[in-house]
């Protein structure tokens, strides 16, 4: 049996609201990707649970450097990638030193991103 809530929590007043056929369907969809009971405690979750988000005003020079972290990110996948095709084209492929420099490359570049963004962030 459920608990007993107090009458403040009990959820008794109906809301109604209309959606297209479309929007029904996404929130269905959304509703069983996210593992909600119903659409009710999806909706639930996303209105009331809005305050919780942090909004973060970036002026020019952020802006300018989420750019260039975006394009540190780019080159880091690039590298990554680079020794991926390496190590699956062959099967009994050694890593090198030229592979241990892009690993810390792409570690160095990994680390001064992170810290970019702690900094943009606090």
Known sequence: ???????????????????????????????KRGKYGCMSDLIRSKVFNESNRKVISLDEEANTQLKNLDYELNKIGVNLNQLSKRINSFAGYNVGDNDRQLLRQAFEMMRNCLIILQKLLH
Request: cysteine-free; hydrophobic content about 30%; aromatic content about 0%.
């Open 1 to 31: 049996m459920r608990p007993k809530l107090p009458d403040t929590d009990k959820r008794n007043a109906k809301l109604i609201i209309r959606v297209s056929k479309n929007e029904k369907l996404r929130l269905q969809s959304l509703t």
